[in-house]
Each structure stands twice: as C-alpha cells, then as structure tokens.
C-alpha cells in the first residue's frame, strides 16, 4: 500500500482546484474564473485498493492586501510544508514567467520531491507546448514536466499515475469511502461562494463570507438550508439583492440545483444579504466566518 499527501500549489487562477477534482473523480474544492476562489486548505482524498493520494488544495500564491489573504498565504506555506510531494501547477495558457521559475525554485528548496502540472493545454496551440517544455530543460531545473487538460481529462492518468510512484510505503489515512476532510455543511457554504463568484464581478465576490443559521434534514427528505451572505458594503448589498431581487433570486436558484446534486436530496434554500463592513480586515469576522490557518 503507497499513501501520501500532495500539496498543490501555484498561482491564483491556474487550475489547481480543477486539477484535484478530476483526480479525486468528486468535486471537492469550488472554481471559478476569478482569483481568490479556494479561500481554504482542503483535502480532496483519492483511494483505490492499493493506494491513497491525499491532495492538498492551497489558496494559491499571491501578494497579500488584506488580513484574508495573508491568512490564504499563510495556508498556503504551511501546506507546503508537510507533505510528502509538492505538485506546482501551471497556466500553460497564461504562458510561462520568470515568477514561475522563481517559485518553482523557491518551493524546490524545501527539498521535498516535486513535479509540474502544465494544464490547460486544451485551450492552447500544439506547437507553443515544446518550446515551454524546452525553457524548462533550459532553466536548469531538475523537475518532471506533465502536460494535462484538466478540464478535458487530458494526461490526468499519467500524472496519477506518476504521483502514485511517488508516494511512500504506508497505510491509508481516511476510510475508503471518504473523499475530502470537509464537512457537507462547509460544501454547502461553499457551493453559495462559487455561485456568486460567476454571476458578479469585481471586488464583490471577493468580500463575501456566508453564514450558515440552519442546516438540517427534515423528516420529509428535504434539506432546510438557511445561510446569510455577508457583504463588505451596502452597495455590494444592493447589487447582490438586484432589481426587485431579481440577482439573488437567480444565484439562489442555481446555488440550490447544485446543493441538490451534492447532497442528492432536495433543498428547501433561504438566503439574507447582510453588510460587516471591511470584514477581511478583522481577524475576529474572519475567524467567525470560518477561516483560518490549518492546526498542523
Ligand atoms: N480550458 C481549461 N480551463 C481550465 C482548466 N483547468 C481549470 N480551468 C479554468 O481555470 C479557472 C481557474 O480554475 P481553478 O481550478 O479555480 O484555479 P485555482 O485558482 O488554481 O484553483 C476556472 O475558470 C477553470 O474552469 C483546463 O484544464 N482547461
Ligand atoms: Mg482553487
């Protein structure tokens, strides 16, 4: 039996989360087209009978601007650093930077085993693929390169596959039928983020936190779900709402249909707007909200 964590790191935007829910088969981590969309350490757990790959899901590498995202920078350093592998993950799309090398450097001085994700290679032309692969050779740096498509399956077997080797001799971590260290109550909340993450644009998305009051199964099968989407301001409020509450109506129901998917029951959701003012800048609301820096 091989078990192990993988830590998956790269800059905002550049598949990560994607990446690891191909490759646990379950979505367990929420994405979106925008930075700052995976706020949190998440665990996504693949088993299959003779091994287990623990994925580790970082916020991404950014500067941080506020007391949240120097919280998700700090999630992210410290995940890098107890783990058996490091897969760095990257946007071939968005093309390769010396900032990619520089951190692709950085994290190989922690001297833990580490490969590269080249994804989304579905969007990109054949022929701009070997020259990235050459600047890789060119640059010294001793790291297996894998080409993938996350979002088309693309090489995702072979970067599995290669992963599994890497992982040392032990017994599995999670039981079998687990695919994520998450609970369905935070899923819940977090199928609400992603939804409003694609229909609004902006600094809104990013000063949301959802609260949620009840979530319960009822004896009749369906779920009660009641959760206050809180906003940095009384304008994001006013948009969120919309006209005649035409916005909210719509995440809503969209939010709802996915809930529905994830739990596989029905969902009876009830959703309020509510304003903190600067919440991301307060240590205390973000820890109400739910974020903070993993235990171990
Ligand atoms: N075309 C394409 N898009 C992708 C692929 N992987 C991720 N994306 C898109 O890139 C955006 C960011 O993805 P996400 O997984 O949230 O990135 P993260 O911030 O690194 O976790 C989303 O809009 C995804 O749908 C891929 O393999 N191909
Ligand atoms: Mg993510």
New binding site residues.
Partial sequence: MRSGYVAVIGRANAG??TLINVMVGEKV?I?SPKPQ??RDRILGVLTEEDYQIVFV?TP?IYKARNALTDMMMKTTESSARSVDFILYVLDGHDGIGEEDFALIRKYKSLHIPMAVAYTKIDIMLKENIPPDMAKFSDSGLDVDVFPVSARKGKNVNALKEFLVKQMPEGEKVFEQDIVSDKSERFMISEIMREKILLKFDKEIPHGIAIVINNFELQENGVYDVNLDIVCERANHKAILIGKQGRAIKEVSSFARQDMEKFLGAKVFLTTYVKVKEDWRDKIGLIREYGYDEPKE
């Fill in positions: 990560k989360s981590s994405v969309t995976t899901d991404g």
